[in-house]
């Protein structure tokens, strides 16, 4: 006799640890982030956060909503102080120097709108 792949609802798991996750809307996501549903929706559209497609909606489990807070987080930065106790400021980013070699900037000049230049309607009688 064929036993079928997945087992009836009505019979329980045989592992209690192999209960499904469970799965946030993504209002439910921009309430907990304080964001809004638009911000989670497109964010995941572009693929920029975790999520899981149910059809075409986008369901968030608890894993993605702990990854999705670690990736927008911001540490402050930590200054190192030497053996004397006097701290060592953070290193600033890296300025970009102009070259002399750059090109020279052009100015664009405007065109005329089209109206202006031809009539299009013929001379009033």
């Keep these: 006799m064929n036993r079928p792949a997945i087992p009836p609802a009505s019979t329980p798991t045989p592992h209690p640890d192999a209960a499904l996750p469970r799965l946030y ?4 996501v921009a309430a907990v982030l ?3 549903a638009w911000w989670v929706k497109g964010r995941a559209r572009r693929r920029l956060i975790p999520f899981t497609r ?9 894993d993605h909503l702990a990854e999705i807070v670690r990736m927008h987080e911001e540490r402050p930065a930590r200054n190192r102080q030497h053996p004397g ?4 400021p953070a290193r600033q980013p ?3 120097e102009r070259t002399e070699a750059a090109a020279p900037t052009v100015r664009l000049k405007a065109r005329p709108p089209r109206r202006m230049t031809k009539s299009q309607f013929g001379v009033a009688a």
Excluded at 25 to 28: G, K, R, T
Excluded at 56 to 62: D, E, G, I, N, V
Excluded at 85 to 88: D, L, M, S, T
Aim: net charge positive; aromatic share 8%.
């Design 25 to 28: 809307l993504p209002e439910e």
């Design 54 to 62: 149910v059809g075409r909606a986008y369901r968030f489990s608890s």
């Design 85 to 88: 106790g006097i701290a060592v």
């Design 34 to 36: 304080g964001c809004s």
């Design 94 to 96: 890296a300025v970009r």
